[in-house]
């Protein structure tokens, strides 16, 4: 069995170094890819434009409140683009509003997971993206 592939894109460098551990310490079937925010995401599928399908990511979990391009004009591109529409995004963020949740959802967001204070409650956060996203 091939090893789960996962896109983390948050700004937050902290974010990122904990999901990090977490991938490492509770899912080795899985291989974490980090970018620092939107505009570094959509600059990687834009650079690898003819992806196979069996190389896409089979979750990305995406933060809201970045520089750049935010996590909805992300989204946005992401499911406009012919070949990585299908692809699971989780929203991924400090955000409890339900208006963000609602837009998210419309834009194609397959869940809306809050961060969590922990690390350990990180690992249960990402586990139900996975399980919610089918990844």
């Known amino acids: 069995m091939n090893a789960k592939l996962f896109y983390l894109v948050d ?11 977490t991938f490492q310490q509770h899912f080795s079937d899985a291989e974490l890819i980090c970018f620092d925010d939107g505009e570094e995401l959509l600059a990687h599928i834009k650079v690898n ?35 990585w529409k299908n692809v699971p995004v989780a929203i991924l963020t400090t955000s ?21 204070a922990t690390y350990d409650m990180l690992a249960q956060t990402i586990q139900s993206g996975r399980i919610v996203c089918g990844s």
């Open 11 to 21: 700004d937050d460098e902290d974010d990122r170094f904990f999901a990090k551990l």
């Open 49 to 83: 434009p003819q992806t196979q399908a069996d190389s896409l990511p089979d979750l990305i979990l995406l933060d809201l409140n970045m520089p750049k391009i935010n996590g909805f004009d992300t989204l946005a591109a992401v499911k406009q683009n012919e070949i």
């Open 96 to 116: 409890c509003d339900t208006g963000d949740k609602e837009k998210s959802t419309a834009l194609g967001a397959c869940a809306f997971l809050t961060k969590p």
